[in-house]
Each structure stands twice: as C-alpha cells, then as structure tokens.
C-alpha cells in the first residue's frame, strides 16, 4: 500500500513538473497582465499618462456615466454609450453576414468531390496568409471613392459621381465580414463533413419538403459548428481594432479604439483598463452563453 501511495505521488509530482512550463507562461502573460489591468482600473490617472498609486473609482465610474464640468450633474456618457452600442451592433451584424455567406459556402465546399475540398479550403485559407492590416487595406482599394467599384460603377453609367463608402458604419462592417468570414466558414464546413446525408435523404423519402429537411433534419446537426463559427467571428469582431480603424477613420470608432485611445492620446489608463475590462467582460458573458448552447444541446436532443 505505501509502495501504491508513492508511485502515485511521483506520477503526481512528475505529471506537475511535465506541466510546470505550460502554468509559468500562462502566469506570466495572461495572469500577471491582467491583474495588472484589474489593478490600473481602480488608480488614479497620472498627469502625463500612467497612473498615480492612489485607490480610485473614477475609472469604472467614467465607463458609463460623465459627470457635469459646469453644475457637477452625473448622467450617462452618451459617447460611450454610442460606441458601446455599435460596437455590438456592428459586432452582431458581422456575425450574421458571415453566417449568411459562410454556411452556403460550407456546404458547397462539403458536398464536392473528396480530391475538390482541399482546394476549395485552399482558397478559403489564403486570406490568413497575409497580415489583417493587408486585408483591410485590400477592402479600402475595393470600396474607396476612387476604389474598383465606384469606378466599374461610373463606367456603367449606374452613376454620376462617386459613392462615398469609405469612414462609414457601412465600410466599417464590410472591412469586419471579409476579415472574418473564413472563420464562420471552416467550423460550419467541419460540421457539415460529418452529416450523414443519408439522414437527409430519409427526410425526403417520408415527403419532407426542402425547408422542413433543412430545419429539421440539417441545420440541428450542424447547429455545433454554427454556434462556433458564432462566437469565433463574434469575439474578435467585438475587439476589433485595425479594421475599425481603417475603414472607420476615426468616425466610426469602436471599443478598441476607445481603449488605445485612453492609453494614448487620452492619458487616462484607469479608464482604458476598466474599458478593457469591460470588453473582457461582454467576451466572457459571449463564451458563456456559448457552452450552455453546446452543452444543452445533445441534451434537448
């Protein structure tokens, strides 16, 4: 029995020291930074940037509310409001374009021949190649007042004078659903490989029409892949920054650009910590949400 015990206790102590280097990195670049973060949301901004080591509430207090310079009045920040706001609007349209485009491209792709799906997945992959910056600078050319389509458009005859796209809500979501539509793609695409078609078949055979199969039959077992090609576009859509950025130019700010910006040019860390934390925040309510969905499904089913 004790020899028992100490066998255990070394595969314990062997099993530790095998996973010791995995925990000190994510110690080291995960923990620690976001303590750090926690802990710069609750100072005192500092005169020029950084933070003075004094205990203060302002920070989370300026995420939603802004108080009067005048009368000292407290009402909601109505631009961080409006950011906040688009920032989940833009996020979900995002989302819902990408599965749009992405699930009939998944099945596309899934119902060619074996030896045709890996270059189909080729063509799919090949944005990943290049750097996002690349990419959205490629949608800017597309869409540009003097872009490939204003001036196919013109050329037509459709218009007289160029359409102005670019630092709109309108460009902002476009740049987002290229960037992140081969992420809606290749989870649903997964899914969708495994379906048993014989499934749908059947459907068929008891005289279910092309919709009822589709909602019944189909979209049930690809369900997993939808909902992770949801989130996967979803949460970095939320934090986007570049994109934004670009295709924005500073008109159609999101919250990661609110956040660079209160490291930046704003010079108020506790408040671009607390902003951060925030994000954070609506990520994890998102990744939440997700496993209840995954975890009740077989479940339900």
């Not at 066998?7 to 996973?19: E, F, I, P, Q």
């Not at 099945?107 to 890996?118: D, K, S, V």
């Not at 359409?163 to 309108?170: G, K, L, S, V």
């Not at 704003?266 to 990520?283: D, S, Y």
Request: proline share 5%; glycine share 8%; charged share 15%.
């Amino acid at each position: 029995m004790l020899a028992k015990d100490h066998a255990m206790r070394s595969d314990t102590r062997r099993r530790w020291g095998l996973a010791l280097p995995a925990v000190i990195i994510i110690t080291l670049f995960s923990i620690l930074p976001l303590v750090v973060v926690i802990a710069y949301s609750f100072l005192t901004p500092g005169d020029f940037g950084g933070v003075k080591w004094m205990l203060s509430f302002d920070g989370w207090f300026s995420v939603l509310f802004e108080r009067d310079i005048f009368d000292d009045t407290v009402s909601l920040s109505s631009a961080h409001m409006t950011i906040l706001g688009r920032s989940v609007a833009l996020s979900l349209a995002t989302t819902l374009i990408t599965l749009i485009l992405g699930v009939p491209t998944a099945w596309f792709i899934a119902t060619r021949p074996a030896g045709q799906r890996a270059f189909w997945l080729f063509l799919i992959t090949i944005p990943f190649w290049t750097n996002l910056l690349v990419r959205t600078i490629a949608v800017q050319e597309m869409i540009r007042a003097d872009g490939v389509f204003n001036r196919i458009l013109l050329g037509l005859g459709v218009i007289d004078a160029p359409i102005q796209i670019m630092f709109t809500n309108f460009a902002v979501l476009m740049g987002m659903a290229y960037v992140f539509l081969p992420l809606m793609v290749l989870p649903v695409y997964s899914a969708i490989e495994k379906f048993d078609f014989r499934l749908a078949e059947a459907g068929y055979d008891l005289y279910a029409s092309r919709f009822y199969c589709l909602r019944k039959v189909i979209l049930p077992m690809v369900r997993p892949g939808i909902i992770a090609g949801s989130i996967l576009v979803f949460v970095p859509a939320l934090g986007a920054y570049v994109t934004p950025r670009i295709m924005g130019g500073g008109k159609s700010m999101m919250l990661g650009n609110l956040i660079e910006m209160q490291f930046g040019q704003g010079r108020n860390w506790p408040l671009g910590a607390a902003l951060a934390l925030t994000l954070t925040a609506l990520v994890l309510v998102a990744l939440i949400w997700y496993t209840r969905l995954t975890a009740g499904g077989p479940r339900r089913g």
